[in-house]
């Protein structure tokens, strides 16, 4: 209802041919709870320029990246008839997840051709290694990408941006049920032909909450308790289940 | 009904873990074995990261063998002195299998070692069972008893530190069972397994023994052993899922006793021959795999090395 209330707000603020470009989003944090499957916001906002005529080069484009995580890409090969890992390349700043949404004269192309025109996520597309001169690198870029495509962790394409009207636009972000927690940065491109003429950044955050939060506190904080009251747990549990087995 | 595992971070149905756990329990109950060997592979098929796998089966372990090991305790069924030997080297083995463990996880073998530890151990003990259990089906078929010597005199008997096992009257060197002890904290620690599968032959066949005495204290060792891998992994690397370990437990408990009973009604030599079966068959599944090229030859490793 509040997002409903305040698209229509932004709608009848609009004025008819240049408008301020203004960014919101639905929610600003995401919460994981116990039953946790995944969490949808909605991304609005107002573009400056009226979108006219269709197949124009001019629309908005929605980037949002999670927090930086070290990830190291590793390698198979066959080794005495067995497939282990042997080479592999760390990558220390690769972003946990990104997700990107673009309209309709830019959603039917290729991602990366897109990104690259506007120089718009190079750090995800080639994430930058650890080290130089690795053999082979395009290889393990293009793997890390892949598998976090596969994981639902990358956008393999552009998810859709609605515009409503000339100036209003919209769009439904889903985040996956093994989204990482941390913090996210949502960015919103306006272009026009080869160039980016607006751009806002807000952040998002994603965390733990309720007992999953406290679980996950309770062993990073205190690894060592932890682990003690793991073990009482079972042997109370397990001691029950001896008890109850042996009345029946 | 999906539940968010807060140390895997990810969701996994709450049926499929508590199914899962039943249905290792029954086999636990029916053939007397932990079940580790088991849940952990099958854990790591569902998704559940290795490492969170292993911490979190060592934690349900640790229920499982308590109420096996109180039982026992109440038929006089424990030697203590043995269990306390064989604890002595299980501890010292679990702690250098933890930080075996992190030492791999960070060049990045971790799943080679484990799956190879598994295709290892499974092959050895589930073509032993299923010679053993074949050989006792046809001795029963002809009716012959076997009468064995009294006592073998072998190499282990002349090893030194000679300690007098009262309860299992034996008078045997402390180095052997320490040793069994130690590779037993080892896998473990890696494997996310009681052990029980290694500890059970090698008392019985190794130490010499009687079988009255060899459940009851394999699962007193058992208890510490998985109690000190729970403490080491939450302490070292953080990895375990209390409540994983909760909701196979939940599912464990209720499989063991129908495992029970059904073992009590149904001929125990076949089914030994079914479990030594299963035991290979998770093997062989484990070594297809490692052999087979992946569809992927990449994978990710993220987060602190």
């Avoid at chain 1, 515009?163 to 941390?182: C, D, I, K, S, W």
């Amino acid at each position: 209802m509040r997002l409903l209330a305040a698209i229509c707000l932004l709608a009848t603020a609009a004025p008819a041919s240049a408008a301020q470009f203004v960014v919101d989003v639905s929610e600003r944090t995401v919460a994981i709870t116990a039953g946790f499957t995944g969490a949808e916001l909605v991304v609005f906002g107002t573009a400056a320029e009226a979108q006219r005529s269709v197949g124009e080069e001019h629309g908005v484009i929605v980037v949002i990246r999670g927090p930086e995580q070290p990830t190291v890409v590793r390698r198979k090969e066959r080794q005495f008839g067995i497939w282990a890992n042997h080479g592999g390349v760390a990558f220390p700043e690769a972003p946990a997840f990104v997700w990107v949404a673009a309209s309709e004269a830019f959603a039917d192309r290729p991602l990366a051709e897109v990104l690259a025109r506007y120089r718009i996520g190079q750090d995800f597309l080639s994430p930058t290694p650890a080290g130089k001169d690795i053999e082979a690198l395009d290889a393990f870029q293009a793997a890390l990408v892949r598998r976090k495509q596969v994981n639902g962790l990358y956008s393999a394409e552009f998810g859709r941006v609605e515009f409503l009207g000339e100036h209003l636009f919209r769009t439904r972000v889903v985040f996956p049920a093994n989204v990482p927690v941390g913090s996210y940065r949502i960015e919103v491109f306006e272009v026009r032909d080869a160039n980016v003429v607006n751009v806002t950044a807000s952040a998002l955050h994603v965390r733990k909450a309720g007992l999953e939060a406290a679980v996950f506190r309770f062993a990073h904080d205190f690894p060592i308790l932890h682990g003690l009251v793991a073990i009482v747990l079972a042997l109370m549990a397990g001691w029950l289940a001896g008890a109850v087995a042996r009345r029946t | 009904m999906q539940i968010y595992l807060p140390v895997a971070e990810l969701s996994v149905d709450v049926f499929l873990l508590l199914g899962m756990g039943a249905g290792v329990g029954v086999l636990s109950g029916l053939f007397g074995v932990g079940g580790g060997f088991l849940m952990t592979p099958l854990l790591i098929f569902i998704g559940i990261p290795p490492p969170v796998a292993v911490a979190s089966e060592a934690n349900q372990l640790v229920a499982t063998s308590v109420s096996g090991v109180l039982a026992h305790w109440r038929r006089g069924a424990v030697d203590f002195k043995m269990g306390l030997v064989l604890l002595a080297g299980g501890v010292l083995g679990s702690a250098g299998g933890v930080w075996l463990f992190k030492l791999l996880r960070g060049l990045g073998q971790i799943d080679l070692a484990i799956s190879l530890c598994y295709v290892v151990f499974l092959g050895i003990v589930g073509s032993l069972m299923m010679a053993e259990s074949l050989r006792a089906l046809l001795r029963q078929r002809k009716g012959v008893a076997r009468r064995g010597k009294l006592h073998r005199h072998i190499w282990i008997h002349g090893l030194p530190l000679k300690m007098r096992f009262q309860k299992s009257r034996l008078y045997i060197s402390a180095v052997l069972p320490f040793l069994i002890g130690l590779l037993v904290g080892v896998l473990a620690a890696i494997m996310g397994v009681g052990g029980g599968f290694i500890m059970v032959p090698a008392m019985i066949y190794l130490l010499g023994m009687p079988t009255s005495m060899v459940a009851g204290t394999s699962l007193f060792q058992i208890l510490f052993v998985v109690s000190t891998v729970t403490l080491l992994q939450s302490a070292a690397n953080q990895t375990v899922d209390v409540i994983l370990a909760l909701l196979l437990l939940a599912g464990s408990v209720v499989g063991v006793q129908v495992g029970t009973r059904l073992g009590a009604r149904l001929p125990s030599e076949q089914f030994r021959v079914l479990l030594a079966a299963l035991v290979l068959a998770v093997g062989l599944k484990l070594l297809f795999d490692l052999v087979t090229a992946p569809d992927d030859l990449f994978s990710l490793q993220t987060g602190l090395l």
